[in-house]
């Protein structure tokens, strides 16, 4: 090969190799186009191959055994060296060809018809052909359909590749999600060590949510179910009044509270606490309330100058968008969304027509934040052949306010309408994020607290360097592994425990450990630092216990918070995935409950605006759809039936017609969870494409009448139907007589005037159930179904047939005369069609040898004249 052609089968091979065509799953599209392919030449195989450096695999094939083939002197091999059709009508006469294996072998190919399948609009990846072991030529017309299926199979290729980028999009979503998943498992955790109660209030539902310790707080068991009044009612008058003033200020406001009320406990007890709450705002008003709460007796006890808390300021951020612009490599901006309007300063301009080299933008560097660098929006377009992936510092015009933007650019695919030359640019606000990210690394970095580890004989077995420090212990004195009363005694003796007896205040401190219960409490160390001690015994022996300087707990809480809005923040930017994808998507939980969906799911299916509503189920969703008609089955069997598949593993696959005719293909993967995700596409246009195919393949071009194919096949099942359903069926063979001169006198458009009124005149006398063919030329063909040993109805139907098709035909101006020859035979008794053929053309000759313009049934011994 030349360097040219090197070079362009390499980047086929390339562009082969991210198809992953190669040794993929045979998918029944692929086998329907082969099987149509077969039916339209006739052929006994059919082939769709997939040409690759040394071998030739075939995706699908019909009537051939192999599954590949070495691609050396192969009929496929040349196919792919052009963009047209490679006829070879004899192999054997070819020098090309005459030896390769699958002439000389068992196959014993002689006549081969092949178009190469081409995608990208660039590259010949493999064929569709067909192969027959008997030399033949072929019509203009079946090169045509040839280069149809062709267009099919490419097609196919490009819903693979579809899927292929679909798949991928949903593996990088569930990622996030499980991320987001271990992320707040992470904050649950922490909220447990900390000894804060959490709880959230909707106002929508009037329900307030508790978690453990915030029950554990109140006193009260799992089965309580607070609302606001109930959780209000746990407070005094006073603190009562000033916690629904907060409440109220909160949702007319937005802003949040940090108050130190009493609070009375189920058990009747009157302890201090500490509520903090914070507005969470969902389309720019406040949607519920969250917030936490601590029981903060022991300090109010002790001493009234103990720290107040200071406000917990939550501020929860819009749902970030995602900005999108398409650029032309001339930096011309031909779509824009609003998100990139606001987030690049023009929140009341339209970026459409605008040009990234005139925009007014100054972008920061990282390293130093006053220098001015290339806008990444040029960048984008000066190198649009690599992607681009930035955090930047953009300064806003005017205000100069700073914001950090994460830009990514990449180029659009080269068969996309917009050209390959065109960069996709996506900006997302990342400001605070990054402030997120930085403070949340920062708590992980310093965490303030202690651990120590006491084995069964309560002998010092672990602890952490912070348990030193808060304690102030010398490491020599840690490092003889001292028992637990030795430590005590030794802070006893410092003077930790304040004045009195170091032996006394040492054994009343043993005594709480000896008990065996969990314990928790504050104290002042001697040197200022307040302490939170938690004990947790072990269910082996021995006790894990905990020391938090709680004069940094503001600084733990401000983390939490944060890490929250981070994972929903994730969460966000999933569901803007989902929404942002070309086909349908619904996401369904384990209960059948669904999650997300796009609005092209809402659209695909026509549904009403508001109807789909978050933790509905399929089963509701389908009672709604069978109420307007649109769905037909029980909508329980369905979702009972769909259940067993998904939880086998299966990946289901269906076609859904909707009543307004939309074909919709459906293809449900089941999830971990025991939920799915459901893809939607409108296919109409590919079945329909389907269904003419098929159609062309079984009908007369003409007459569209059943051609020799369908007749053949209809023929088969009435014998089928007449060995195994007892049912008696008659064949009627016709020739129109005189129709050669007719043809010849005329010309053959009059000709095919006259068929094609025949043909209608032939389907006036018979059933709705029997079958009229076109046999070729003037031969037609009669199936009479189901006669039930009447045999005078297919003379009546043959004397019809006489009668009209002898009637005048006026065309063009002329009347023509014809006339008609029928040959009638039973098809009960055989098992074959050959013996049924040559009966009902044995009656047909012995019409024509006695005149013809008549009919006659078949008999062994004569021909009954009827």
């Not at 029980?634 to 067993?644: G, I, K």
């Amino acid at each position: 090969m030349t360097l040219a052609q090197v070079q362009i089968e390499t980047e086929r091979l390339e562009a082969l190799r991210r198809l992953a065509l190669l040794h993929s799953e045979h998918l029944h599209e692929f086998d329907a186009a082969v099987s149509n392919a077969s039916y339209l030449f006739d052929c006994p195989m059919a082939v769709i191959s997939i040409v690759d450096a040394e071998e030739i695999w075939f995706k699908a094939a019909f009537g051939l055994d192999a599954t590949e083939t070495h691609r050396e002197n192969s009929f496929c091999g040349h196919t792919i060296l052009s963009d047209d059709v490679l006829i070879v009508p004899d192999a054997q006469a070819d020098s090309r060809f005459c030896d390769i294996p699958l002439v000389t072998g068992d196959v014993g190919a002689r006549f081969y018809a092949g178009c190469p399948v081409i995608v990208d609009d660039k590259h010949r990846i493999g064929t569709i052909c067909v192969i027959d072991t008997e030399p033949r030529s072929v019509s203009e017309e079946q090169i045509a359909q040839l280069r149809n299926l062709a267009k099919i199979v490419e097609g196919l290729i490009k819903a693979h590749k579809a899927g292929l980028e679909t798949r991928e999009a949903l593996q990088e979503a569930q990622l996030e999600q499980d991320r987001a998943r271990r992320n707040q498992d992470l904050l649950k955790e922490i909220t447990l060590v900390s000894g804060v109660g959490g709880w959230e209030y909707d106002p929508k539902t009037d329900a307030m949510t508790w978690t453990a310790k915030t029950r554990e707080i109140h006193e009260v068991g799992p089965d309580i179910q607070p609302n606001l009044n109930t959780a209000l009612s746990f407070y005094p008058s006073d603190s009562r009044k000033a916690l629904r003033a907060a409440f109220e200020t909160a949702f007319e406001t937005g802003c949040g509270w940090d108050l130190e009320l009493n609070l009375v406990t189920a058990g009747n007890r009157q302890i201090w606490v500490r509520v903090v709450g914070n507005p969470v705002f969902e389309g720019g008003s406040v949607r519920r309330i969250i917030g936490a709460l601590q029981d903060i007796s022991d300090s109010k006890r002790k001493q009234e100058e103990v720290r107040t808390s200071e406000v917990i300021q939550r501020t929860t951020l819009e749902a970030l968008q995602e900005g999108i612009l398409l650029v032309s490599p001339s930096g011309k901006i031909q779509s824009s969304n609003k998100a990139a309007s606001l987030l690049l300063g023009y929140p009341e301009t339209t970026l459409v027509g605008s040009n990234v080299h005139d925009l007014q933008l100054t972008f920061q560097d990282v390293a130093d934040a006053g220098s001015h660098r290339m806008s990444p929006l040029v960048l984008a377009v000066t190198d649009p052949g690599q992607d681009l992936d930035l955090e930047v510092q953009l300064a806003e015009a005017g205000s100069g306010q700073v914001r950090w933007l994460r830009i990514n650019a990449r180029p659009v695919d080269e068969n996309s309408v917009h050209g390959p030359d065109c960069v996709v640019v996506s900006l997302t606000d990342i400001t605070k994020v990054k402030q997120q990210s930085d403070t949340l690394q920062g708590f992980f970095d310093n965490f303030p607290g202690g651990l120590v580890h006491y084995n069964t004989q309560l002998q010092l077995t672990f602890w952490n360097e912070e348990f030193a420090r808060l304690l102030n212990l010398p490491h020599d004195f840690l490092d003889q592994r001292p028992n637990l009363r030795q430590v005590i005694r030794y802070l006893a003796d410092r003077g930790d425990y304040g004045p009195g007896d170091p032996a006394l205040i040492a054994g009343e401190r043993l005594d709480r450990y000896g008990a065996g219960n969990r314990h928790a409490y504050e104290r002042r160390t001697s040197d200022g630092k307040v302490l939170e001690v938690r004990g947790t015994p072990l269910p082996g022996g021995g006790s894990v216990s905990s020391f938090l300087d709680i004069t940094r707990r503001k600084r733990m809480e401000e983390q939490l918070v944060e890490k929250e809005q981070l994972a929903s923040n994730r969460l966000f930017e999933m569901e803007a995935v989902i929404a942002n994808m070309r086909q349908g998507v619904s996401v369904f939980d384990g209960e059948g409950r669904i999650t997300l969906w796009n609005t092209d799911f809402q659209k695909l299916f026509g549904k009403p605006d508001g109807e789909i509503r978050k933790g509905m189920t399929l089963v509701e969703m389908l009672q709604l759809e069978k109420e307007r008609g649109e769905f037909h089955d029980d909508p329980h069997a369905f979702y009972a039936a769909l259940r067993e598949k998904l939880d086998a593993g299966k990946v289901i696959k269906t076609n859904f017609k909707h009543p307004n005719g939309t074909i919709i293909s459906i293809v449900r993967t089941p999830l971990p969870d025991g939920g799915w995700v459901g893809m939607h596409e409108d296919v109409t246009s590919r079945e329909k494409a389907t269904e003419e195919i098929t159609y062309a393949a079984h009908h007369d071009t003409l007459t569209g009448l059943a051609n020799r194919t369908l007749f053949n096949l209809k023929l088969e099942d009435a014998i089928a139907r007449t060995e195994h359903h007892d049912e008696t069926s008659d064949l009627l063979m016709i020739d129109l007589d005189h129709f050669k001169p007719v043809n010849d006198t005329y010309g053959h458009d009059v000709g095919d005037d006259l068929l094609l009124q025949a043909a209608v005149r032939l389907n006036e006398c018979v059933r709705t159930k029997d079958t009229v063919a076109r046999l070729g030329g003037d031969e037609f063909a009669i199936i009479v179904r189901n006669t039930a040993g009447d045999r005078d109805l297919a003379s009546r139907i043959a004397e019809r047939v006489v009668e009209k098709l002898k009637k005048p035909y006026h065309i063009n101006g002329n009347i023509l005369e014809i006339s008609a020859s029928v040959g009638i035979a039973s098809i009960s008794g055989e098992q074959v069609a050959s013996p049924i053929l040559k009966k009902a053309d044995l009656a047909l000759y012995a019409v024509k040898n006695e005149g013809r313009d008549g009919y006659r049934h078949f008999e062994e011994n004569a021909v009954e004249t009827d």
